[in-house]
């Protein structure tokens, strides 16, 4: 007989999207920081300029004052944590659980 050893799921939520399995895009947290930095005495034209160029920069056209440009990359997309579950499961040894586990049930 060989040695056995039992495994047991270990699910912990994700704590980079903390459950959602989705993230806001890297891309446009730098854009809202920028946005943030733009001169507020320009227009609201030149401040839109200054964005489109910003995305120009960075190989999207389209922008146009606002998000619903299809052109511009998705706000949100799924996490590289866990890879959009929202949660991570690991297999982890059952003796190794139990070892942690049985001293706290002892004690209360
Ligand atoms: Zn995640």
């Known amino acids: 007989m060989g040695t056995k050893q039992y495994l047991i799921a270990e699910i912990e939520i994700c704590n980079t999207c903390e459950g959602k399995g989705i993230v806001y895009a890297d891309i446009w947290k730098e854009f809202t920081d920028f946005s943030n930095q733009i001169d507020k005495s320009l227009s ?3 401040q839109e300029k200054e964005q489109e160029n910003w995305w120009n ?22 996490c590289w944590n866990c890879e959009g579950e929202g949660k991570i499961t ?19």
Request: hydrophobic share 25%.
């Open 44 to 46: 609201r034209k030149e």
């Open 57 to 78: 920069e960075r190989g999207y056209s389209g922008w146009s004052g606002n998000c619903s440009s299809f052109n511009l990359p998705p706000e949100e997309e799924g």
């Open 90 to 108: 690991r297999q982890v040894d059952l003796e190794t659980v139990l070892k942690e586990i049985l001293p706290k049930l002892q004690k209360s």
